[in-house]
């Protein structure tokens, strides 16, 4: 998700991280701001600590990644790990249109 945001945000992806905690430590916004710094993130990261995002969502799983076109419509989700030539290609099909 970091190469796509640094390829494609001048372009109009817009790349939000959304971090739900699975352990009581990961819920502190100092180690999570911490872990975006160093790990060189450029792009808004959410802390869902209360696990409400997820929900509303329906997902079971992790890692997930979705693309919501600019209307709000999911159109295309992705489930684990791998795979981002997929998502980079998905990605540029919605920036086309």
Known sequence: ???LHELYARNGLVVIG??????PFERDPNRVANAVEKTGLRYPIALDSDNTTWKLYGNQYWPR???IDGKGI??????????YEV???????LLRE
């Open 74 to 83: 999911i159109r295309f989700e992705h489930i684990g790990e791998s795979d």
């Open 65 to 67: 990644q979705t693309l």
């Open 1 to 3: 998700m970091k190469d």
């Open 87 to 93: 998502i980079g290609s998905k990605a540029k099909e």
């Open 18 to 23: 959304l971090h739900t905690p699975e352990f």
